[in-house]
């Protein structure tokens, strides 16, 4: 028996030995061999890295006035701590934050990260969000009121398209950039959506830090353990002057306000002005726009579709992605080829009978024409008799060369996202096009010539394209590129990159032939089409107005193009009004008052403001350093967006044409000579099509070319 009991007792003292062994082996494996790797798994129960975002960079116009900056806003963020998010947490901040349930859930889904990395729900909330949330902040374990800079559009929806606006990163943006080998973006960053906010994100974005923070068992910050403080971004200088773009979106609207209390729908346009002895943008307005502002709340479901799903598009740069017919402002182009290659002299006369029968049935927009003519004569009056007969004798593929030259039908290389190349047409081209199913028939037929030598058929150009084209014209045939970024600087202030202009080419046009079309654009503004504006100005103003046909009805689109001053150029304007009719009155007077600003004959405007960080009311450089938001100062009121610039009232003329050099209301073609002839340019029948007005311009020629 006690043998048997001796047994036992050892196979249990066996069983306890091995019992503890496992046990202190197993202690001892993760006590020592895996020490480290648990000890992180323990402070990521217990600290929390939250990241700090950098400060975007300034944004300025080429006088110093900031139109770009950040403020500091209270940001709602949710932190998932592991174990899922309370659907009771996510009903009542949905509550609080005005938004709904779906909504939010969307929100999560989209900006999900890492594990206990936060996701941004809201930006620049207001003081009573903030206070219910503080108020129930035990309730709402996991969510995360802190100080970050937003984005501050100090004008409001000021030269909008250009700047562009910033949103958190979406899932295929990441992925675009990781397959460019750009990795250091992740889900939760801000990534800007447009314009130079895109085209420069990496100088603007700056460098984040970091804040190691310890928390409690509910997620709640006990204190920071460490700090790595974020750098900012790159600072840009545009080539932009803030009084000029001010000047030229209100002008604009103010054009879009006269048209349409004579009964006119127009609403779109587009202007642009250029230093024709450099290539810089001075300004560069597109309307309708948008307030980028909008960007730093909420975008729930509905606001989302009334920003994205408006019929007018305000995200659209009509300057660089609108592709237009050019009406009567392409005839330059041709009188510049026509020249040059001989088919006519600056002496030689045509006679217009307001009719024009040598291919097929035309009509001038002066329907009992406008008598003998020479080359000067008949761009002062735009008449379409001469011109036909100008396309009739060079060809199309001749005047496509020439104009190739001007930079139609090819983009101009801004830096600024998105450009079209719009569309120069050729033999050649419709060849391709009828091979890609644009168009019916591949032959070029006489009457289409025609139409393009007048600015109308399958011309279709951009309204940079145009501005580019009139400084070539005005500097004596050097095309520079255009460009809108001057200078970028780091925090230190050391430049990091500066533009300088550059030469495209220069076109094959002699000083003498040039100087002959200058006379011809000199002529509109001061006996011509443009005269009721421009007689006895103080600035000597070349120019050219331009009605183009659309196909849709009666809604042809308005054009003036000009330089100044005429004998030694400084800028060039181009001004587009889609719907605005006769370009003598929806554009010309929109170049005047940039013209009146430039020259300094007329009152600086004033701007509204927004945002918290605006510099002040009127457009004026700042003193002392660059604004920048300071995360940690207390984050001023949110404010509303901002409210429409006032229109400035353009000098108002002393009296309308009524010499019949450009007509109240278009007359009306025979029965048999196809479309009504507008002002200025009529395809007048024949087998060109006309060029849709918006995004609608075909491929371009070439061996690049593409359905």
Known sequence: MERELERRFNALALLVVFVFTVLFGRLGYLQIIRREEYQRLADGNRIRLIPIPASRGVIYDRNGVPIVNSRPA???????????????VLDRLASILGMSRADLDQLIKERQGRPFEP?????????????????????????????????????????????????????EQLKTLEAKGITDYKMGDLYGQMGIENKLDQYLRGQAGGRQVEVDSLGRPIRIVGEQKPVPGDDVTLTLDAQLQLVAEQALTESFKKLQAQGSDANAGAVVVEDVRTGQILAIASKPSFDPN???????????NQLFNNPLNPFNNRVLTGTFAPGSTFKMAVAAAALQEGVVTPSEIITCTGQYWTIAPKKCWVPTGHGPENIVQALQNSCNVFFY?????????????????FGFGQPTGIDLPGERA????????????????????????????????IGQGFDAFTPLQLVNYVATLANGGTRYQPYLIQQIRDASGK????????????????????????????????????????????????????????????????????????DKPEIAVAVLVEGGGHGSTSGAPVAKAIFDQYFHLAPAPQASTTGAAAAATALTPPDGTALRAQTAVTPAQPTQPAQPVQPIQPAQPTQT???????????????????????????GGGNGAAAPAEGGGLPPPGPGFSP
């Open 119 to 171: 996701i941004r729900i809201a930006s620049d909330i207001t003081p009573e969000v903030y206070t219910k949330i503080e108020e129930d902040r035990y309730e709402l374990p996991g969510v995360v009121v802190d100080v970050q800079p937003v984005r501050n559009y100090v004008y409001g929806d000021f030269a909008s398209q250009v700047l562009g606006y910033v949103r958190e990163i979406s899932a």
């Open 422 to 453: 719009g569309t120069l047409p050729s033999t050649a081209w419709k060849e391709q096009a009828a091979k890609a199913g644009i168009v019916s028939d591949g032959r070029w037929w006489p009457a289409e010539t025609l139409d393009m030598a």
């Open 495 to 566: 430049v990091v990159m500066e533009n300088q202009p550059k030469v495209l080419n220069t076109v094959s046009v002699s000083q003498q032939n040039l100087d002959v079309v200058r006379q011809g654009m000199l002529a509109v503004a001061e006996q011509g089409t443009a005269a009721w504006v421009f007689k006895n100005y103080p600035i000597k103003v070349a120019g050219k107005t331009g009605t183009a046909e659309t196909g849709r009805g009666n809604k042809n689109n308005g054009w003036f193009v000009a330089y100044a001053p005429f």
């Open 657 to 683: 044409p009524t010499d019949g050099n450009e007509p109240a209301s278009p007359p009306v073609a025979p029965a048999g000579a196809g479309a009504s002839a507008p002002a200025e340019s009529s395809s």
């Open 389 to 405: 007969e100008m396309g009739r004798r060079l060809g199309p593929d001749r005047i496509a060369s020439y104009a190739s030259q």
């Open 294 to 304: 909008i960007f730093n709340g909420i975008i729930t479901t509905d606001l989302y």
């Open 74 to 88: 209270y940001t709602v963020s949710l932190i998932p701590l592991g174990q899922g998010i309370d659907p009771q």
